[in-house]
């Protein structure tokens, strides 16, 4: 199945969110977290709808603890929304798409 979200790593994180042009959403997550997974489906939908507003990434904290290090994040899923470079938003845990999308437009 195709996805808009995109898999960020630790190397690859200033590019695609801190010199991005568009708001980024990084999802952190993990494969053993199950609200992380019910977060995906969510996720996915609003990479395709907002396409050229938003930018959906992922990164795996096991895999690249660099960056979820840097943030301070201690408990997945986490949310960070960042424009212009800087961390604009944070949620915490899996929430319903309706919720998400109403704390993020006021970012977009």
């Given at each position: 199945m195709a996805t808009d979200v995109i898999a960020l790593d630790d190397a690859r994180f200033q590019q695609e969110?801190?010199?991005?042009?568009e708001p980024v959403l990084v999802d952190f997550t993990a494969t053993w977290c199950p609200p992380c997974r019910a977060l995906a489906p969510v996720l996915d939908?609003?990479?395709?709808?907002?396409?050229g507003r938003l930018k959906?990434?992922?990164?795996d904290v096991d895999a690249n603890p660099e960056t979820a290090q840097h943030y301070g994040i201690r408990s997945v899923p986490a949310l960070l929304l960042f424009k212009e470079g800087k961390v604009v938003r944070q949620l915490l845990g899996a929430r319903p798409r309706a919720k998400l999308e109403q704390e993020l437009l006021t970012h977009l």
């Open positions: 969110v801190l010199e991005s042009p939908a609003l990479a395709t709808d907002y396409r959906v990434t992922s990164l």
